[in-house]
């Protein structure tokens, strides 16, 4: 555990310098968007080896109708550009893809930055919530299309619209992304039409594989096998070794008590199993690439129901049935919110840990919390699924999770980014809403001022928003301590951006 508490604080910034931070993020929105006119951008994947002179691939879905699509596109670019893209129909089973590509979506959108260049599930809230903020509606509308387009043409929301990403999702929130919306178009016969797809997307997470019967609660479970080959391809240090290589290294030279490595890794051939590449890949729809929250690497997140995974299930079974209730079906409505009160009480059943005043991921193996704090443990707030007396508890928690630039993801330093000494966006947004739900303002005020004011320290500094930062430090300087995984520190950021302009509406910035 990291003692992080600090007397040092950081200078809020003057109105100027926001006005410079918020002109940034405005001109990035258009840095980071993607259409037709941008389809060879979009192409472009630098997390993958790419031959040069070869054309980048685009696939579309069996159920779209090529022609239509291929002429829109070849409208849209110029005919150079066009040379330089391919345009396939994506095969009827995910196996059957030789070469891998983007995955055609119909409307623009915002990615998140560097070398995420592409549309991702749960980063897109956030970016929905800047987009919103900022006045751009119909690119906001956009976000929830393009959404409910994936789950409707490719089956599920992905972690990302590449192909390599179709086995998995990630954390399910798109109810808040469609009800915020409506919030501005006051649109009930779009909010009917939408219905079946979000339902569909429910039982994505709500039958096994997903479901733990033993609980009633669910796991991250991705769909495919093998190493990830964003990870072969772009996760590489200095001496040429993978996140894998390092991985087995760890393995050989550390004793791992969490759970038992040999589901993991073969000792006597010195690989690592089909089991682990089954974890990697469920770490990784899970959104919290990487983090020991679920002992090393959290390969062994298949053996849990995690805190954030069934709190997002429980906002979307209220957020269904306030749909229904606006829709005038009260007796479906009702249905819904059966569903959330039976998981409420899953949730205070295997995850609430009266003693430490913490929500805690449970291990459904070993039938037993795993005590390893992390900023999940906000979430219940951020949903209002907490009782007052279970806020509090939270609350009071704070002590263990704040530093100088905001939250901490963990109190433990693992060498992964989803560890200490790293604070992220939407971890700071969440846990700061959920103080505001229960009456914790100056609590909440002063989390949002801390990040507020690293994130524009470090602009001054070098004119970037960025995907994390060390909160300890207050610092965007955090490829040195970062270990596993990829080391770098993206430059855009979608969730960042927004993060910021919600925590300076907030304070009335």
Known sequence: MVNQFTETSLEFPSSVKIQRLRTYIKQTWKTLYRSHEHILEAARDDKLEHEPGTAWIVYISPQENRSEIEQALQKAVSNNEWQQIELRVLPSEVDQIKEHGLLYLPHPYVVPGGRFNEMYGWDSYFIQLGLLRDQELDLAKCMVEQLLYEIEHYGTILNANRTYMLSRSQPPILTPMVLALFQYTHDLEWLRSVLPTIERYYYYWTVPPHLNQATGLSRYFALGDGPAPEVLASEIDEEGKTHYDRVREYYRQSNVDVYDVDLYYDRE?????????????????????????FGPFSVDIIHYAPVCLNVLLYKMEQDIAQIYQLLDHDDTAQQWHHRASDRHQRIDQFLWNETDGLYYDYNFQTNAQYPYEFAT???????????ESQAAAVARSLEKFEAVGGLLTSTHVSGN????????????????????????????ERIAKKFVAMVAQ???????????????????????????GYSSNEIGFGW??????????????
């Open 417 to 444: 980014q989803w560890d200490a000494p790293f604070g992220w966006a939407p971890l700071n947004l969440i846990a700061v809403q959920g103080l505001l739900n229960y009456g914790y303002k100056q609590d909440a």
């Open 269 to 293: 051939q010195d690989r690592l199993t089909d089991l682990f590449y089954k974890g990697d890949r469920s770490m990784r729809e899970s959104g919290f690439d990487i983090s020991n929250r």
């Open 458 to 484: 470090e602009f001054e500094k070098t004119g970037t928003i960025v995907e994390k930062y060390d909160v300890c430090k207050g610092s965007a300087n955090v490829s040195d301590e970062i270990l596993f």
């Open 496 to 509: 960042t951006n927004a993060t910021v302009l919600e925590f300076l509406h907030l304070l009335g910035k």
């Open 377 to 387: 443990t906000f979430y219940p707030l951020w949903a209002g699924i907490a009782s």
